[in-house]
């Protein structure tokens, strides 16, 4: 009987299995081939955008990109702490840095379970080892080169820039750059690792679950924070003739233990960098994850005055309003915000400032500014990156350009970067951001649909245009870190 079981099975089995696979497609809700067709009408869509300026017809833009970069160790973060056998924690809690296990485990809880990214300086060298030690052998680890500088030189080498770098870097880390990147900076024997912990949305950790996908980063970097190689790179900086000065890097400071005046006079040397140069380069400042309330003060005196362009996410952009309307750091913000939310903070950045740079020139003379903020330049370009979308804000008249196709190419990058794929799959991505959205939050604002045909939605206000495209979410990530610098970088190389 049992014979005959098994002949019948191997006689009919395939017919079967192919009854099963015709009912599975007769069966298959309408509403699954709506969506599939919708994603990729719209990733057609933002290709089409995305070609509409070609960087073949034209001399390839010189981008000079400082300070810094380091090595990244990219582990699963829940695996790696479970190694470790890190203690749970019934207190996420907010930390400027970190020294002791039950400080890690408080501030990767805080930040893991809304799935907001965060960096972090370790005070304690032996834990951070220890770490680093514990994610050598760890299956699936990944090296990478690292830091803000380093990443954004290296999406424009790709996105058909040459590119001048400044950082203090390995031999061995200088032989993986590009071609197209040159190095201003001293040589080292050993490059800083950074430790990245990255986590899917689902992750688990004890009564934790991640909201979305990302990274928590630790390190205990202590020659990133001096910007050796600034002095080399100003050198440099006048023969290379860049179209565009990009900085970036600048969270190393953050809670670094300097001697009295020392960041300070750091910054200072930087304003004096970036207010010497040609008042045709544009200069973009890169945001980051910043907890001390005093390096964000010396950023808004020593720096931000001097860059005519920005780009930051989502939780940076309302850390920084905070600061410029006079309250606190605002350390963790909502990770997924409403399109909205975010262009009213981006108007509010961009005005605030805009003021800020108009009362101080009108306040001091230019010749009196000693490397501060009389004198600097007006915010032209303003880039928020988020998971859902991209949105931009440039001033009429301004030296940006190609506005609706880098946030466009902004968009795309973002996948191509998350998924770990120049080709974007629409089978390994979705659409969150909402059907339409209200320009402001505002009662009775004008609420703009997500048109699949032309899914880059722009629009002129006051004395600016604005654009919003969607991003097509990775469902299958490869890697969350580095993705602002990413995003950012190939948004600014259609703009140059």
Known sequence: ME?????SWVKYGPVVS???VLLAIWFRSPQSDVLEDRLDTVLSSLLRAEQKVGMNDVARPRVA?????????????????????????????????IESTQQLAQSFAYFFAPGA??????LNDTLFNELVEASRDLPGNRWA?????????GRMATEGCDVLLGGSFSPDFVDVLSQHISVAGNIVEEPDIH????YPSGAKWGNYTSRRANRYIVHSDDHNPYLAS???????????QPDLVVVGGLQMMDNFPFQSGEREALLSRLADLLSSSSPQIGIHFEMASFVEESIM????????PHADSMGMNEQELPNLLSLLKGSNITVLSDPNPRVATVLDQMREVYRILNQRHNDANDAVPESDTNGAEAGGKSLTRLHVHTLAFQAMIVTHGSQWKNTMSATAKASLTANRHVCGSDDIDPGKARLIMDDSFSVSRREGSQRIPLQETRPVSCWDEEDYEICVAPVLVCTEVYQTAGGGDNVSAAGLVLQI
């Not at 003060?297 to 931000?304: F, G, K, P, S």
């Open 195 to 198: 430790l990245i912990l990255e």
């Open 230 to 240: 600034m002095e080399e790179f100003a050198e440099k900086l006048e023969d290379f």
């Open 3 to 7: 014979a005959g079981s098994r002949v």
């Open 65 to 97: 990109v400082g300070f810094g970069g380091c090595v990244d160790l990219i582990v699963d973060g829940v695996t790696l702490l479970n190694k470790i056998s890190l203690p749970l924690t019934d207190h996420p809690l907010h930390h400027d840095y």
């Open 297 to 304: 003060e010396d950023l808004l005196h020593y720096v931000i």
């Open 145 to 153: 080169v690292g830091g803000n500088a380093p990443v954004m030189a």
């Open 117 to 122: 990214a965060a960096e972090r300086f370790m």
């Open 18 to 20: 192919l009854l099963v």
